[in-house]
């Protein structure tokens, strides 16, 4: 079975600064990754996946995140915090054992401060 | 892009009557959707798949008699709660997989939720 482990609850940077979201995950089979974001009361918006192409995936507004198969991770990355960047952000896997099903992590909110 | 309504987008009823939660996909066929419910400040957590044409498969804990789910057509899928409760309150979102563009990639595509609050 398939299972993703998001690392920090909660993660707070200053604006201008790097963001590092934490992401590991565990599957029996090649998995496919994802990073979708969620405003408050709003449904999920895809940032990035990786789809067993290139090991570094970029997405939209600037975030990016590498697979990488030996630390079993999939970390998620921006070169520089926005203040519209606050919103919180969940890693998911998906795989194809008869049947595709995707697994989300616990999410990670993230504040950005002025 | 490809979309994915839910509807309604918000419903408070009284404890015990049942509330349906309508699913579509806007402008592709959706050969499999699927069920989430998110409580405040948790992750999605996964309550069933449905492929068009038959019964849907429940995740382990999740009463299939409660929650009803019926994928009618490759572009609708409904999910009915049963005698709601108020812990049945919660932040229902529904995704549906399927092939945007001839010679596409599946993709799954995400609802932007219903809030049910049972009193």
């Known amino acids: 079975a398939q299972s993703v482990t998001q690392l920090g609850s909660h993660v707070s940077v200053s604006e201008g600064a790097l963001v590092l979201l934490r992401c590991n995950y565990s599957?029996?089979?090649?998995?496919?990754l994802f990073w979708y974001v969620q405003y408050p009361n709003q449904g999920l918006q895809l940032l990035l996946k990786y789809t067993s192409a290139a090991t570094l995936v970029k997405g939209i507004n600037g975030f990016e995140a590498e697979f990488k198969k030996s630390e079993t991770s999939f970390h998620l990355t921006k070169p520089s915090a926005h203040m519209s960047d606050a919103a919180e952000y969940f890693c998911a896997v998906s795989v194809n054992t008869g049947g595709f099903k995707t697994i989300f992590g616990a999410g990670t909110r993230l504040f950005v401060k002025a | 892009g490809a979309v994915v309504s839910q509807h309604p987008s918000r419903v408070i009823c009284k404890s015990g009557t049942s509330v349906k939660i309508e699913c579509r996909s806007l402008d592709f066929q959706a050969t499999t959707m699927f069920w989430y419910r998110q409580f405040p400040k948790k992750s999605l957590m996964l309550m069933a798949t449905?492929?068009?044409?038959?019964?849907?498969?429940?995740e382990q804990g999740v009463e299939k008699d409660k929650f009803l789910i019926n994928h009618a057509s490759l572009t609708l899928s409904t999910l009915t709660v049963t005698s709601a409760h108020p812990e049945d309150s919660s932040f229902y979102i529904c995704?549906?997989?399927?092939?945007?563009?001839?010679?596409?990639?599946?993709?799954?595509?995400f609802g932007p939720g219903t809030r049910l609050t049972v009193l």
């Open positions: 449905s492929n068009e044409g038959s019964k849907a498969t429940y």
């Open positions: 995704s549906a997989r399927g092939v945007v563009s001839s010679g596409g990639a599946y993709t799954q595509y």
């Open positions: 599957s029996s089979v090649p998995p496919y």
